[in-house]
């Protein structure tokens, strides 16, 4: 069983970067399909990107394309997102989830297992 634990998260100026990492415990890490997800205060999780076990394949959410970069450490057992140009907008608790198996998948209920989550605040 791999168990998922945030870092990174903080209050940053709009326009700065952020790094979030998301530290595996398990043996199992690289057999998982490995995402990003945000949850803005009154509204409901949504889906921000996702690298598949063998980083071969990236998605992104359109509201982060082109200014978020997720990947992966498999020797490390810890997945990344590198965040710039950040937007108010961003501001949300960040969760990274894990999905058996090779495919990728955007939508929330088919993942297994959750990180606690770590906040990120942008400030205008």
């Known amino acids: 069983q791999v168990q998922l634990v945030e870092s990174g998260g903080g209050l940053v100026q709009a326009g700065g970067p952020l790094r979030l990492s998301c530290a595996a415990s398990?043996?199992?890490?690289?057999?998982?399909?490995m995402s990003w997800f945000r949850q803005a205060p009154g509204k409901e999780r949504e889906f921000v990107a996702t690298v598949t076990w063998r980083r071969d394949g990236t998605y992104y959410a359109d509201s982060v394309k082109g200014r978020f970069t997720i990947s992966r450490d498999n020797a490390k057992n810890t997945l990344y997102l590198q965040m710039n140009s950040l937007k108010p907008e961003d501001t949300a608790v960040y969760y990274c989830?894990?999905?058996?198996?090779?495919?990728?998948?955007?939508?929330?209920?088919?993942?297994?297992?959750w990180g606690q989550g770590t906040q990120v605040t942008v400030s205008s």
């Open positions: 989830a894990a999905v058996s198996g090779p495919l990728m998948t955007t939508s929330s209920r088919l993942y297994e297992l």
């Open positions: 398990g043996r199992a890490f690289s057999r998982y399909t």
